[in-house]
């Protein structure tokens, strides 16, 4: 078996599976749908937008951490996808 990140491992050893390259591409559409759902793709916030520089900095910096969030769920469904039998 190819070596797996920490979270992927993880992933494989608590769902038992292994040996299915089903259950593994079920979880990979699991992890892409929650990708989705949790840290939907949105807006970059704009610096031309009424906020004010303090809350535009708050909005511009959870932006980033959601989208390094939706990042991490998508490297680790492409890293199980990946996987040969």
């Known amino acids: 078996m190819t070596d797996l990140s920490p979270a992927a ?3 494989i ?9 089903i259950v593994q ?3 990979v559409d699991a992890l892409r749908a929650a990708a989705d759902q949790v840290v939907p ?5 704009s610096a031309n937008s009424d906020y ?3 809350n535009w900095t708050k909005s511009l910096d959870q932006y980033y951490q959601r989208q390094a969030t ?9 890293e199980l996808e990946a996987l040969d039998d």
């Open 9 to 11: 491992q993880a992933i």
């Open 13 to 21: 050893d608590a769902s038992n599976c292994a040996g299915s390259r």
């Open 25 to 27: 591409l079920h979880i």
């Open 41 to 45: 793709k949105g807006p970059k916030p």
């Open 52 to 54: 004010h520089l303090m």
């Open 70 to 78: 939706r990042d991490q769920l998508l490297t680790i469904a492409a």
